[in-house]
């Protein structure tokens, strides 16, 4: 039962705004009670607010608010908090597997005897079908049409899934495909900044008095990149799927205080410097100052000469730099922003009221909030750049692109011999190869209708571009820089240059606005001449889907070693994410996509060399090309106007004719189908007792199942990419009589766990120190010492009743919040993961899905202990730990038996970080721990142990933090099979 709400401080109040009045719960009734909450970070004050207004007693309780209010920047400890988001954002990778977990615990919640009705979102959630299309046709007219057919044919099943969820689930909403990118649909149109205005009433008051109850609005995004909301003052942050859907049912999300990183502003850009290059010094900035787990905030004089936009580029890229958000306080620029989105009066009005009333409205004279730490950056300093080849943090300046990949090249080079001839991959043959992860055969698509014209294959050479796109919501959302990247295509073609015919460029914006403006400024016959033509709204190259190269220019990659480039206006460059034969990546803005796709090579000195030659032989440099800041402003003020906001978001949920006209499953129940390969139902609660067991067993006699180095990430852990025939994911389909090219991806199978434990640690890079030699998910079962793939060797320890545990080194999971990063262990029969470090959300994951996380003490590891993988063990603790909640100590004993008999001990601590956790592992996860709770189980909340502050190392980091923040990609970016069934 929901505990009753408490108001210890008298904090609500009322709000009048125009002819509407809206209670509230202000803020400066903590200051009677002795608090100087106006020296709190404005993050702190959104989540002290979110305190207030959801006291209970439990689950948020006096003490709670009076520790928050008093926090202090350098304290030696941290307490627990309740934090209940307003909202939850999904998108549909990650959406589909929180579907159909949902539609499997109505199903327990019938078998057990509750009442399936309780298993239903209690906010809203808003999903946006953004993560499916791909760039297969490009650089010609009619593409989008066609990658648009293509996605309804590989996901149609997955789409009428989540339609089926939209009138199954009350607060459900989905925004159909090619509609636009999660987090600029996010910005432009679904964040409310203070909600209130549009909802329903809720209930305040007493003698059956009603009114709107007006609050800040908070999320949680199953996206890395929530943070991008954090530019428009609005509180928020990726977690993992199985995180979102426990905070979909009600259940808090579980915190520490943080930390607060103040990061001041002064002065503005120069002349020629973007938002992207912005950026990327932040993002390079941060990452040395090492942020990961902690609050940044921007603060300082020079906040208010950043536009939303801007600043909405830079909370976008919080997962490259590891925060957990990267939040500007609302200010003048907001409020002239939502009216330019499109936004009521009403919303502007309430948002504007509301932040003045709690002190929240960012006011340059205002004294400077108090931070755990500082830095500060002149606006000025800011120079163009790119980012690359491998990491976003890795900010390289403009005039240094040519050197910097010359001195990386080395280490980017293919190994020999080539990768497809060792471990699990040597059983797929060159032919079976050339119909996954991009490569298509010639026979499998018309060139004609799918790509332009393509050339001069035999000038490739080291550090020539294959693919520049203009992609991603981090820079689409911003339309300085887009209208730079058109008014330089512009220029282009006015002096007689066009794209290199070996560069696949593609064009693909997260918000429809972007083609209207560009069409209401004139810009979009240039960019198609250079073949930035429209391919899609959705998220395409940035995620991986960039769709396969022209055969010729895949051939001769592969044929001659090549280490090609990509340059795209994205996040993320990991090795492998933007394409499989791609081995360097850069971010860059827009119009720097532009040009490089003109020079076709990275190998350029852009301020030195011509970008190429116009008509009459004159070289043609980027500085003659590049529009000025007072042109750009011009055609900003001339193209966008709030008219084409409203327009494209009018009707945003209904979608296309495809939509509209795909069938779906009706009815409160979902309806399985027993022969589907894309949706099945999930073995999560099978023969799930109705109460939690009296205790969590001790793990003895367990297996190793994997030895990992550093820096593996959920992108190895979990199924991505797309599904290899001779893998056994890609055997079962067959089983199943499913063709290898209708495989599809990974990622598009998300619903299917048959699928994805069989491709859990199975990523084709990932090197398993158990198995030496070998590459592509093989280990080695033991006692028998057979090499067999990962997933056939835990089911054979699963027949054998013998647990499983991984062993790691540092940032274990660090990048994409993937569930089945947990889920897919869990199946396999994992009980423990014992690394040197974890990443933040994918630590969170697995005690979520009951794997308990232990971390080797300061200065150990399996190197250090002599640990090989071929041992058994035994983990004492976890019984007595569970018990107590771990008052008295999270360390335990790991005892490791050699195949000589011989025995080492050794300490580990368990990272479970809350009383909540606790909970979650003694029920065998957070899925059964909800559903016990909605079944009518006794509130475990105020029994659990009281909450302690958690102390820190001296350095003031918490123990065990990353030092390296998310290096890959959330969520599961796959390039899907690009070989469908249907022709073009």
């Known amino acids: 039962m929901t505990a009753a709400h408490l108001d210890s401080f008298g904090a609500a109040s009322e709000l009048n705004v125009g002819n509407r009045s809206y209670t509230i719960y202000r803020l400066d009734a903590l200051k009677r009670a002795g608090f100087a909450v106006e020296r709190l970070p404005y993050s702190l004050r959104i989540l002290l607010e979110n305190l207030l207004r959801t006291e209970n007693g439990a689950s948020v309780s006096r003490a709670d608010i009076e520790a928050l209010a008093g926090w202090q920047p350098n304290a030696s400890e941290r307490t627990e908090i309740a934090f209940q988001p307003a909202r939850v954002l999904l998108q549909d990778f990650t959406g589909v597997p929180a579907i159909v977990d ?74 159909p495909p090619n509609s636009g990118i999660c987090h600029q649909v996010n910005i432009e149109y679904l964040a409310r900044v203070v909600f209130g205005a549009d909802e329903l009433a809720s209930k305040v008051g007493e003698g059956g008095d009603t009114r709107s109850l007006a609050y800040p609005d908070t999320l949680v995004g199953t996206d890395s990149h929530t943070p991008m909301v954090n530019g428009l003052g609005v509180l928020g942050w990726g977690v993992g799927g199985i995180e979102a859907e426990a905070a979909m049912l009600g259940q808090p999300i579980s915190m520490l205080i943080p930390e607060v990183i103040g990061f001041k502003l002064a002065g503005k850009l120069r002349e020629g410097a973007t938002a992207t290059d912005l950026v990327l010094t932040v993002t390079q900035l941060l990452r040395k100052k090492g942020v990961v787990g902690r609050f940044v905030e921007f603060y300082g004089p020079g906040v208010s000469n950043v536009p939303v936009v801007d600043r909405a580029t830079i909370g976008n890229m919080s997962p490259e730099y590891g925060s957990t958000c990267a ?114 055969t010639a026979g499998e698509v018309r060139p004609g209708a799918m790509q332009p014209h393509v050339g001069r294959a035999e000038a490739l050479e080291h550090g020539s571009i294959v693919i520049a796109a203009i992609t991603s919501c981090t820079n689409t959302s911003n339309p300085s820089v887009m209208l730079a990247a058109g008014l330089l295509a512009k ?100 119009p720097l996509v532009v040009a490089f796709a003109l020079a076709g090579r990275i190998t350029i000195d852009l301020e030195t060399e011509p970008l190429g030659h116009d008509r009459e032989g004159r070289p043609v440099f980027l500085r003659d090309l590049w529009p000025s800041q007072e042109e750009i402003q011009r ?6 106007g709030s008219d084409l906001y409203r327009e494209n978001y009018r009707e945003i949920f209904a979608g296309d004719e495809q939509w509209r006209a795909l069938a779906a499953p009706s009815g409160d129940i979902y309806q399985w189908n027993e022969s589907s390969t894309y949706v099945r139902s999930p073995p999560f609660f099978t023969d799930m007792p109705h109460t939690a067991p009296e205790q969590v067993a001790e793990i003895r006699g367990a297996r190793v199942l994997a030895v990992f180095g550093d820096s593996i990430t959920t992108d190895h852990i979990s199924p991505a990419g797309t599904i290899q025939q001779g893998s056994p994911a890609g055997q079962y389909l067959v089983t199943q009589g499913v063709a290898p090219k209708e495989f599809n ?50 089911q054979r320890y699963l027949a054998d009743g013998v647990p499983l545990i991984v062993l ?44 308990v996380p232990l971390q080797f003490v300061e200065g150990a590891s399996a190197a250090s202990l002599g640990l090989t993988g071929r ?114």
């Open 102 to 175: 949902l539609a499997a615990m109505r199903d327990a919640m019938v078998r057990l005897g509750g009442d399936p009705a309780k298993i239903n979102p209690l906010q809203p959630v808003e999903l946006v079908i953004d993560h499916s299309i791909q760039a297969d046709a490009f650089g010609v007219p009619g593409a989008m049409a066609i990658n648009q057919m293509l996605d309804y044919s590989r996901n149609g099943e997955r789409y009428a899934l989540l339609k089926w969820g939209q009138q199954a689930f009350k607060n459900f909403r989905v925004t």
């Open 635 to 640: 055609t900003l003020q001339q193209a966008i």
């Open 491 to 590: 220029r282009a073609v006015a002096r007689g240059l066009n794209r290199k015919p070996w560069v696949k460029t593609s064009l693909a914006p997260g918000s429809r606005v972007v083609t209207a403006y560009y069409e209401r400024a004139g810009l979009t016959p240039y960019l198609d001449q250079l073949g930035f033509n429209l391919v899609g709204y959705g998220c395409t190259t940035c995620i991986g889907n960039s769709g396969p190269l022209p055969a010729e220019i895949s051939e001769e990659i592969r044929s001659r070693n090549l280490v090609v480039a990509a340059t795209l206006s994205g996040n993320r460059n990991f090795e492998g994410r933007i394409h499989s034969e791609v081995r360097a990546n850069y971010l860059m803005s827009p």
């Open 327 to 440: 939040i500007f306080p609302v200010d003048v620029a907001t409020i002239d922003y939502l009216r330019l989105t499109g936004r009521s009066e009403e919303r502007v009005a309430l948002v504007e009221a509301y932040m003045k009333e709690q002190g929240l409205f960012h006011d340059s004279a205002a004294p400077e909030p108090a931070f755990s730490d500082t830095l500060e950056l002149d606006l000025g300093d800011v120079e163009p750049s790119i980012a690359g080849p491998g990491r976003p943090q890795d900010r390289v300046p403009l005039g240094r692109a040519k050197a910097a990949f010359e001195a990386s090249l080395p280490s980017l080079l293919p190994p020999e011999p080539p990768r497809s001839q060792k471990g699990a991959d040597a059983r797929i043959s060159a032919d079976e190869r050339l119909t996954v992860w991009g490569e298509s």
């Open 871 to 984: 041992e058994t063990f035994d983990i004492e603790g976890i019984t007595a730990g569970v018990a107590s909640g771990f008052a008295t100590s999270r360390r335990l004993t790991v005892r490791a038996y050699s195949e000589d008999n011989s025995a080492i001990a050794f300490e580990v601590s368990a990272r479970i970080e809350t009383p909540q956790e606790v909970l979650y592992l003694r029920h065998g996860g957070i899925l059964r721990y909800v559903l016990r709770q909605l079944l009518g189980e006794r509130s475990e909340l105020s029994a659990a142990p009281a909450r302690k502050p958690h102390p820190l190392p001296p350095d003031g980091k918490q123990d065990g933090a990353v030092d390296e923040g998310s290096i890959q990609s959330f969520p599961a970016s796959d390039p899907v099979s690009y070989t469908g069934s249907t022709r073009v």
């Open 808 to 851: 790691a080194g540092r940032d274990y999971g660090s990048g994409s919040s993937r569930d089945w990063a947990a889920k897919g262990p869990y199946l396999q029969g994992v009980r423990a993961v014992i690394a040197e470090s974890f990443e933040r959300i994918h630590r969170s994951n697995l005690v979520g899905m009951g794997i």
């Open 745 to 794: 991806s990974y990622g598009a199978r998300r619903g299917n766990h048959e699928v994805m434990v069989r491709g859990t640690f199975a990523n084709v890079r990932i090197r398993n120190r158990l198995a030496p030699d070998t590459e592509g998910g093989c280990t080695i079962h033991l006692p028998s010492g057979e090499q067999t793939p990962i997933y056939e060797a835990s």
